[in-house]
């Protein structure tokens, strides 16, 4: 994900939750652009703004890649449940 659709996605949360003061907000923005960065290196971008969007902490991003990542290859072309995007295109 751009960097600029990450700043979006997450300003889209700091919006939807209320979060108001500085520390948190730039929290939310770094936690946005860390996700982009880790589904960049696995390589699933496509999953980042889902991922943000769900609210998804680094954490839990990483696991779910790795689970994504170390499934089978039947199990790769399947979607996640959460809504975090189109399945992933590992073959």
């Known amino acids: 994900m751009p960097r600029s659709e990450s700043v979006r996605a997450a300003e889209s949360i700091v919006a939807r939750v209320g979060l108001r003061d500085r520390a948190t907000v730039?929290?939310?923005i770094q936690n946005a652009r860390d996700?982009?960065?880790?589904?960049?290196?696995?390589?699933?971008?496509?999953?980042a703004k889902g991922f943000?969007?769900?609210?998804?902490t680094l954490d839990q991003v990483r696991a779910r890649l790795f689970e994504t990542v170390t499934a089978s290859p039947a199990?790769?072309?399947?979607?996640?449940k959460a809504g975090a995007g189109a399945g992933p295109r590992i073959r």
């Open 75 to 80: 199990t790769r072309e399947q979607p996640e």
């Open 35 to 47: 996700i982009a960065g880790v589904c960049l290196a696995a390589p699933l971008a496509e999953r």
């Open 52 to 56: 943000v969007r769900d609210g998804l």
């Open 26 to 28: 730039d929290s939310v």
